[in-house]
């Protein structure tokens, strides 16, 4: 089973085994005419929203592929969810950890507008800097195969990421705290990811005095590209998932 397509019309249908999914518009349109679906291929179709189905395809016609349900699991969200809030970076390096992210089982991410951020986000370049990050995440839950696709929150002020919910982890490699240490007893775990030049002082202080917790990776920097997803790594053998 090498493909998933998302098929949001799936959400909240009790789909069970030998039930007949079509998967229709663009989802449909690149099934055919970029992966060339042929009828007899496995493949997997989502919601996006935990249903994972896994299936036979029996038809393909323009605008829509039928697949034959074989094995149908709903999968709950993760516990505890695993977030990032990721800051403006220059180049793609942002929309790197992104998709490196969703890879790795991301619930969400969360664009910052940081301190030392070169790339901005204001008026309209706010709303397409969100849906190019939409279309990266969905993107990358197809390719990993994953059964939800991760919410991309609006930009986000350092002010209100220090009012987050649980558990705030600041990545700062100048932190006392490693990362490895840190107790994980909360409902949601956010990663704070600087830009190329670090989070700035006063952003540290404010986290600081909202209760986030500065952690270090190892001895190296990395890029703000690679961060993210470092951290996500070891969070994700800390918590059992890997």
Known sequence: MASLYLASDLEGRDVVAGET???TGDEARHAITVARVRVGERVAVSDGAG????????????????????????????????????????????????????ELGVS??????????ISRWDGAKAVKGRERWGSIVREATKQSIRPRVPVV???ASTASLTRLPGLVLVLEPTAE???????????RVTLVVGPEGGVAPREL?????????????GPEV?????????ALAVLNARLGRW
């Open 21 to 23: 999914v079509t998967v």
């Open 51 to 102: 249903l994972l189905v896994a299936g036979t395809v029996t038809a393909v016609e323009p605008g829509a592929v039928s697949v034959a349900a074989e094995s149908v699991r709903r999968h709950p969200p993760a516990e505890p969810e695993v977030w990032l809030a990721q800051a403006l970076a220059k180049g793609d390096r942002d929309e790197l950890a992104v998709q490196a992210a969703t």
């Open 108 to 117: 969400g991410v969360i664009p910052w507008a940081a301190e030392r951020s």
């Open 153 to 155: 929150d609006p930009v």
């Open 177 to 187: 705290t490693r990362l490895v240490d840190v107790p994980l007893d909360a409902d």
């Open 205 to 217: 202080a404010a986290f600081a005095e909202a209760g986030a917790v500065a952690v270090r990776l």
């Open 222 to 230: 990395l890029r703000t590209s690679t961060a993210g997803p470092a």
